[in-house]
């Protein structure tokens, strides 16, 4: 074996300059693949945190059944005791009590249909990024005040400013006419038309009493900060819900589900795109490959009439093209870990994203997520498909003849 591997180590720099360039096409294949593939991963890990943080949270306290039917009887009862009860309990995490109804709303001049949103001022921030949304007067500051916030476009719609005092009317849980009217301390914008249009934010207290709540509400919202360790946390916050009770509580897949879809979209169309680049680099492998079994076409035919069968040439063949595998998986693997390394600690940046990540609240850098698995995945599929573009130079050699490949020039 240590013969055959010498002898395919001396067949592959007979024409060094290919052999490099090759192994070179290899390396910057695989240092891209590692770069692009961490990056998506990092990417994935910021969009899911930011759009879990900016609302929905990691993991939610519900009652059972209202995340199909989202009814307003379907509550969590003493839900602000529960909510103090898990902050004692897990104070590293962030959690907040929440109840949402609807509601018409009217200004002067015109009314339209909103979800309400009930919330703790004091702790809403730490699950939400809306209330640093705020771009015109303030975030709700008192638990029981008659004052509301607004998205933008919902204000644009309504003709009303900071100030101005809006009229609610719903129903409360059981049934009986809610009414209020509320003062606008605050107007946040998004920057999404629909959201800013539909939602809007009173204090959980003063929701109660319009609403006719008697103290319950219908999510405990839990940011968990990271999607990591969500699993395991969700594992110990129902150890920790009261035995009596029948709450259930939902992760964030199941209340985000079209957030996994849209994430397996984007990495089918990215694995498309690499796909094609893999291939590129396995024709290269044929192409050198192929040219290098034709040019000693003379020299494996001499070497077969002395007893040499063309399996044992195959997979010579096969053992210089895994050695060129080998060095643009190792190089490029260091290289691309090394370079991903780098701009994970530093971030990337994509020209003009300042402005449109200051707009939605996002950080204007994006951090590759090393692991790996985003540092071996690439490599290795790009070392399977060489040694699969090989193995037809190396089965061209079955049908090679002793006597005419002695003839070849």
């Known amino acids: 074996m240590n013969l055959v591997f010498r002898l395919a180590w001396r067949n592959l720099w007979r024409h060094p300059r290919r052999t490099w360039l090759t192994t070179g096409a290899m390396m910057f294949s695989n240092m891209l693949l590692v770069f692009m593939i961490s990056l998506q991963f990092g990417m994935y890990g910021l969009m899911i945190d930011n759009t879990l943080?900016?609302?929905?949270?990691?993991?939610?306290?519900?009652?059972?059944?209202?995340?199909?039917?989202?009814?307003m009887r379907q509550t969590v009862?003493?839900?602000?005791?529960?909510?103090?009860?898990?902050?004692?309990?897990?104070?590293?995490?962030?959690?907040?009590?929440?109840?949402?109804?609807?509601?018409?709303?009217?200004?002067?001049?015109?009314?339209?249909?909103?979800?309400?949103?009930?919330?703790?001022?004091?702790?809403e921030p730490g699950v939400s990024t809306l209330p640093g949304l705020v771009t015109g007067g303030r975030f709700l500051d008192d638990n029981d005040a008659t004052e509301i916030i607004i998205g933008a476009a919902l204000a644009r719609n309504l003709r009303v400013e900071?100030?101005?005092?809006?009229?609610?009317?719903?129903?409360?849980?059981?049934?009986?006419?809610?009414?209020?009217?509320?003062?606008?301390?605050?107007?946040?914008?998004?920057?999404?038309?629909?959201f800013d249009r539909s939602i809007t934010e009173i204090p959980l207290g003063f929701f109660q009493d319009v609403f006719y709540m008697d103290g319950s509400g219908h999510h405990v919202v839990i940011n968990a900060g990271t999607i990591n360790g969500v699993?395991?946390?969700q594992g110990r916050i129902e150890a920790a819900l009261p035995a009596d009770g029948d709450l259930v509580v939902h992760d964030w897949d199941a209340?985000?589900?079209?957030?996994?879809?849209?994430?397996?979209a984007d990495m089918s169309s990215a694995f498309f795109m690499y796909g094609i680049?893999?291939?590129?680099?396995?024709?290269?492998?044929?192409?050198?490959?192929?040219?290098?079994?034709?040019?000693?076409?003379?020299?494996?035919?001499?070497?077969?009439?002395?007893g040499l069968t063309p399996g044992?040439?195959?997979?010579?063949?096969?053992?210089?093209?895994?050695?060129?595998?080998?060095?643009?998986l190792v190089f490029g693997a260091i290289l691309g870990g090394l370079f991903t390394y780098w701009f994970s600690v530093n971030g990337f940046a994509y020209p003009g994203m300042d402005e449109m990540a200051a707009k939605f609240n996002l950080p204007a850098r994006f951090y590759p997520q090393v692991s790996t698995l985003s540092l071996l995945i690439g490599p290795v599929v790009v070392f399977i498909f060489t040694i699969l573009a090989a193995l037809y130079p190396a089965l061209k050699l079955h049908k090679l003849h002793p006597v005419e490949a002695m003839r070849a020039v």
Do not use: C, W
């Open 53 to 71: 943080q900016s609302f929905t949270g990691h993991l939610q306290i519900q009652a059972p059944g209202y995340i199909d039917d989202k009814k």
């Open 77 to 123: 009862a003493d839900i602000v005791p529960l909510a103090e009860s898990l902050r004692t309990e897990f104070p590293e995490q962030k959690i907040a009590a929440r109840a949402t109804g609807f509601a018409l709303v009217s200004s002067k001049d015109r009314s339209y249909g909103i979800a309400v949103f009930g919330v703790e001022p004091a702790h």
């Open 162 to 194: 900071l100030g101005d005092e809006l009229t609610l009317l719903g129903s409360g849980r059981d049934g009986s006419f809610a009414a209020a009217v509320v003062n606008i301390v605050g107007i946040f914008d998004s920057g999404i038309t629909d």
């Open 231 to 233: 699993e395991v946390l």
């Open 255 to 264: 209340l985000q589900p079209g957030l996994q879809q849209a994430i397996k």
């Open 277 to 306: 680049l893999v291939i590129l680099v396995a024709f290269s492998v044929l192409n050198t490959q192929l040219m290098s079994v034709l040019e000693r076409t003379h020299e494996f035919g001499i070497v077969m009439s002395l």
């Open 312 to 328: 044992r040439l195959g997979r010579l063949v096969l053992l210089e093209t895994s050695i060129m595998g080998v060095l643009g």
